[in-house]
């Protein structure tokens, strides 16, 4: 039984910082891809960023559209750990953020497709104001 559990969230003024973390838990294969989805209230989800993990070799980040600038996408495959460094938020960066798993295979391209992931976590919000 995978469980994915979101922290870090909280409310912040524009320029400022947050962190996400997202502990996994349970069975994880050697290779998986992991992200960071949000959603704002009214609209769709939305891919953060994404990693892929690949004990073979390989591997590697994907990040939504102009948000790469701002956040950073990390992991510690050790202790199964996601994180979402968040910088210079904007008001617009005001969502839920939630982590997901896919178990079973790396990224790719289709890596900010919701259906591409079985388990997700409970979400933390953000809020910047």
């Known amino acids: 039984h995978v469980q994915l559990v979101e922290s870090g969230g909280g409310s912040v003024q524009a320029g400022g910082s947050l962190r996400l973390t997202c502990v996994a838990s349970g069975y994880i294969r050697a290779r998986n891809c992991m992200l960071w989805f949000r959603r704002a209230p009214e609209a769709e989800r939305e891919g953060v960023a994404a990693?892929?993990?690949?004990?073979?070799?390989?591997?590697?980040?994907y990040y939504g559209d102009s948000l790469k600038s701002r956040f950073t996408i990390s992991e510690d495959s050790a202790k199964n750990t996601l994180y979402l460094q968040m910088d210079n938020l904007k008001p617009e960066d005001s969502a839920t953020y939630y982590c997901?798993?896919?178990?079973?295979?790396?990224?790719?391209?289709?890596?900010?497709?919701?259906?591409?992931?079985?388990?997700w976590g409970q979400g933390t919000q953000v809020t910047v104001s």
């Open positions: 997901a798993l896919d178990r079973f295979a790396g990224c790719g391209a289709g890596w900010s497709r919701p259906s591409k992931y079985e388990y």
């Open positions: 990693i892929e993990t690949n004990y073979l070799g390989g591997g590697g980040t």
